[in-house]
Protein backbone atom coordinates (compact mmCIF):
# COMPACT_ATOMS: atom_id res chain seq x y z
CA UNK A 1 0.00 0.00 0.00
CA UNK A 2 1.00 3.44 -0.73
CA UNK A 3 1.84 5.84 1.87
CA UNK A 4 -1.15 8.16 2.08
CA UNK A 5 -0.08 11.80 2.34
CA UNK A 6 -0.86 14.01 4.81
CA UNK A 7 -2.81 16.63 4.56
CA UNK A 8 -1.65 20.17 4.43
CA UNK A 9 -2.18 23.16 6.45
CA UNK A 10 -4.16 24.98 4.24
CA UNK A 11 -6.32 22.00 2.48
CA UNK A 12 -7.41 21.15 6.24
CA UNK A 13 -8.47 25.14 6.74
CA UNK A 14 -10.40 24.85 3.04
CA UNK A 15 -12.54 21.36 4.04
CA UNK A 16 -13.29 23.05 7.97
CA UNK A 17 -14.60 26.49 5.91
CA UNK A 18 -16.88 24.22 3.11
CA UNK A 19 -18.28 22.43 6.01
CA UNK A 20 -18.92 25.21 8.42
CA UNK A 21 -20.89 26.83 5.32
CA UNK A 22 -22.58 23.77 4.67
CA UNK A 23 -23.76 23.80 8.35
CA UNK A 24 -24.77 27.59 8.76
CA UNK A 25 -26.75 27.06 5.20
CA UNK A 26 -28.48 24.28 6.55
CA UNK A 27 -29.63 26.18 9.62
CA UNK A 28 -30.78 28.83 8.14
CA UNK A 29 -33.11 27.02 5.97
CA UNK A 30 -34.56 24.92 8.80
CA UNK A 31 -34.89 28.56 11.14
CA UNK A 32 -36.13 30.18 7.59
CA UNK A 33 -38.88 27.13 7.93
CA UNK A 34 -40.16 26.85 11.24
CA UNK A 35 -40.36 30.54 11.13
CA UNK A 36 -42.91 30.06 8.37
CA UNK A 37 -44.54 27.14 10.12
CA UNK A 38 -45.10 29.28 13.82
CA UNK A 39 -45.60 32.14 11.81
CA UNK A 40 -48.56 31.20 9.37
CA UNK A 41 -50.20 29.46 12.31
CA UNK A 42 -49.84 32.53 14.84
CA UNK A 43 -52.39 34.77 12.05
CA UNK A 44 -55.83 34.59 13.58
CA UNK A 45 -58.33 34.17 11.33
CA UNK A 46 -61.65 35.97 11.14
CA UNK A 47 -63.83 34.69 13.83
CA UNK A 48 -66.91 36.92 13.09
CA UNK A 49 -69.83 34.42 12.26
CA UNK A 50 -73.29 35.36 10.39
CA UNK A 51 -76.40 34.89 12.77
CA UNK A 52 -77.31 31.40 13.01
CA UNK A 53 -80.70 31.05 11.29
CA UNK A 54 -83.51 30.04 13.02
CA UNK A 55 -86.40 29.30 11.00
CA UNK A 56 -85.56 25.72 9.85
CA UNK A 57 -83.54 22.63 10.47
CA UNK A 58 -82.29 22.78 6.59
CA UNK A 59 -81.16 26.16 7.22
CA UNK A 60 -79.42 25.25 10.53
CA UNK A 61 -77.71 22.21 9.54
CA UNK A 62 -76.61 24.23 6.18
CA UNK A 63 -75.39 26.72 8.55
CA UNK A 64 -73.73 24.85 11.03
CA UNK A 65 -71.83 22.76 8.06
CA UNK A 66 -70.21 25.88 6.29
CA UNK A 67 -69.00 27.25 9.77
CA UNK A 68 -65.29 26.75 11.03
CA UNK A 69 -66.61 26.06 14.59
CA UNK A 70 -69.77 25.73 16.10
CA UNK A 71 -71.11 28.13 18.41
CA UNK A 72 -72.65 27.69 21.66
CA UNK A 73 -76.15 28.91 20.09
CA UNK A 74 -75.63 26.76 16.99
CA UNK A 75 -74.93 23.61 19.08
CA UNK A 76 -77.91 24.23 21.38
CA UNK A 77 -80.45 25.33 18.40
CA UNK A 78 -78.63 21.62 16.73
CA UNK A 79 -79.68 19.53 20.58
CA UNK A 80 -82.83 21.33 20.96
CA UNK A 81 -83.98 20.46 16.94
CA UNK A 82 -82.82 16.86 17.76
CA UNK A 83 -84.74 16.73 20.89
CA UNK A 84 -87.90 17.79 20.09
CA UNK A 85 -88.15 17.48 16.12
CA UNK A 86 -88.81 21.34 15.32
CA UNK A 87 -86.65 24.38 15.75
CA UNK A 88 -86.64 26.86 18.83
CA UNK A 89 -88.21 30.13 17.88
CA UNK A 90 -87.17 32.18 20.89
CA UNK A 91 -83.99 34.00 21.83
CA UNK A 92 -80.65 32.02 22.88
CA UNK A 93 -81.51 32.93 26.71
CA UNK A 94 -84.81 31.19 26.70
CA UNK A 95 -83.21 28.12 24.68
CA UNK A 96 -80.59 27.94 27.19
CA UNK A 97 -83.23 27.88 29.96
CA UNK A 98 -85.34 25.16 28.28
CA UNK A 99 -82.37 22.81 27.81
CA UNK A 100 -81.37 23.73 31.16
CA UNK A 101 -84.20 22.41 32.75
CA UNK A 102 -84.38 19.35 31.02
CA UNK A 103 -80.93 18.67 32.25
CA UNK A 104 -79.73 18.23 28.28
CA UNK A 105 -77.35 21.40 28.31
CA UNK A 106 -75.50 22.56 31.46
CA UNK A 107 -76.62 26.01 33.45
CA UNK A 108 -74.17 28.34 32.90
CA UNK A 109 -75.71 31.18 34.77
Do not use: H
Not at 12 to 25: D, E, Q, Y
Amino acid sequence: MAAEKPIAKGEWRMANLRIGRSLRTITLACAGVLALIVGGCATMQSNSQAPCPQNSNAELMDYISDQPFVTAEAGYRATYVLWKGQPFEGDFAALAAELGQARIAPDWA
